[in-house]
């Protein structure tokens, strides 16, 4: 009896799948697998002028592989979310590399999709003419940064933590124990209020220098044993030295996510435990919690539990408390010979400072770069002074590369720098001081300048006070042990008036913002015109950012002595700028630049006014340095009459710094007109008298004060004037023979 037709079609159509799924394997391994993956890549692998996140695909077999119509997802719902383009080759035993964007005009493979680095699936599909069968997956769970994950040996071999190497035989890398895990901060009462809560969260610290693999592993806020917790996530991983930030609410993803919450109320409990659930690897108990004030070890992974400040965890970052008894006093960060970069530090407590064994370091998370010696002791109120050191036994960057442990200065984007404390064996005992700093002028070092309010700003600096700050060569430059910051650098134009707050509008239904009368008010304190842009590239021009945001039009200048005010509208409304110059009484002569984005906030705000530097060989970067800054508020001591009551701000002194609250007053709008701004002019000594000449208003009072320190707390008048016209005014004081440095300071309306 002969065979029914449709079975044999049947038959037939079995054994071609049969067939496909076979020839999809070679040593019963899939023809082509998922070789190795990179899910954060910072600094790596740079395609096209970015870091992508990749995958390397490895080809078991002997034959090349097309992998047109083959596809990759993210998404196993979604099996062709990629697909392979046709032609896309790879040889026998060969190496593909895919990158996870969607830059597609750079070179190579892009999927159009990234990588998440708290753990996802992906999953590799044959072409449909082989059947469309699942060919490679990969689960993964937390990734380093700039490390992969791989297969080793290649193509064959399990998952592992591994050294990126794309398009190359992979490379494990050593793992440590777990052992050396601590659950080391801690958070449970977060956000606004209790009652508008964020999530609880905690932090797990590796005290190994080697990576942990944390995959299995279990976190539980029961002390049940066996713990029925969801096992964390396989591959995933902390880095050597290095912290995971779990979330607390009780949820299962990401990877980083944990199935509990915290209690804030009574306390709570959190236990790690080894992949059998039942070894205990670490766990803490806590108490009630405080809003936004985190818990945990000092130093990391220590048995030593404190509170640290409010609103100042250390999430996924070493634990640290304020250092408050040494400060970064200066630093330079452009420096041409005979000077180079250097770092000036400054013991502001009343009794000695060892400072031995400390680290200075450009980053918050590698806090281990350039070691103080041994030896080194601050007297109370004493310097130390660190020099770049390039080519010489010892300095922050004797390689002159900038490469860890060295690190450099960077001139052109500014950057941060640490100051950790730290023991004779290398460790860091849990203290930490740190600074951001700006594109710098040549030259020119940033200095911190307290302010009355007992805060401190860094800011450029009048003149540098290393100790040899005007040498002959490098070698006596690295002769300086430090010195008493100068003033701060100001002009040539500064920021002399602000109207933030303009009386607002009623229109019988509620207060409306007055915006369109809000203006700042710049003015050149040199006796020469500024540019507002760069001569030799016009095109960069000086901008306001901070509050607002304002960039000047080309080829404008701004003479010397004049004024010039930046409003909300668009000065060419003709009606607009009329109604505008009518009610200040702007004086016709008076440039009226806008308009600009944003708005004057009336609660406070820092503006600064930048200047564009050259662009930088090879990436064209423009450098913004900083020309003039005022963090203003609407609160003590900051003068509440400006705050919508008619008032502008206005600058005393000229020359003064522009944070200061002392050196502004709440005074009527001088729109575009000489207002209480004060500035020394000249000062000159001959014998016992100094003769100090300084800008003056008619009809305005005005003190002279002395003082031994640019930052004195208080400062003693001299005398008192009164403006009878708009000319200089000058006077004479007598300089006291028993004193080597004397400063001298005038302010408006005169002081009681």
Known sequence: MSTP??????????????????ANRSNGQPIVVINEVVADNATGLENGGDFPDWIEFFNNSSSGVDLG???????PALPRKFVFPPGTAISPHGFLLVYCDDRTNSPGVHTGFGLNDKGETLVLFASGSLGGARQDEIVFGLQLRDRSIGRVPDGMGSFTLTAPT??????????GEPSALKINEWSALNGKSSSDPDPDWFEVYNGDSRPVALGGLVLSDQSVSPATNPALAALSFVDGHGYVQFIADDKETPANNVNFKLSSTSGDRILLFQSDRTTLLDSITFGAQTLNISQGRLPDGSANIVYFRSNQPTPAASNFLPLTNVVINELLTRAAPPLENAIELLNVSSGPMDISHWWLSDSREEPQKFRIPAGSVLPAGGFAVFYEGVGVARGFNTSGTGLAPDFALNPAHGGELHLFTGDADGNLTGYRRGMDYGAAESGVSFGRHVLSTGEADITAMSRRTFGVDSPASLDQFRTGTGLPNAAPKTGPIVISEIFYHPPDIDLGTGPLDNTLEEFIELQNITSTAVPLFDPQNPLNTWRIRGGIDFNFPPNRSLGAGQALLVVSFDPLDAALLNTFRGTFHVPPTTAIEGPYDGKLDNSGATVELQRPDPPQPGDGFVPRIVVDRVKYSDSAPWPNSADGHGDSLQRRQLDGYGSEPLNWAGAPVTAGIPGIGVRIRSLQRNGQTVTICFSASTGRSYSLQTST????????????????????????TTFSTSVTTRFYRITTPAQP
């Open 5 to 22: 037709a449709f079975l044999c079609a049947r038959f037939v159509l079995v054994a071609t799948l049969l067939w496909a799924l076979c």
């Open 166 to 175: 794309p398009l190359k035989p992979n490379s494990a890398v050593s793992l």
């Open 69 to 75: 119509d083959w596809s990759l997802t993210d998404e």
């Open 709 to 732: 320190s640019p930052g004195a707390a208080t400062w003693t008048k001299v005398t008192d004037v009164v403006a009878t016209s708009n000319n200089d005014q000058c006077v004479d």
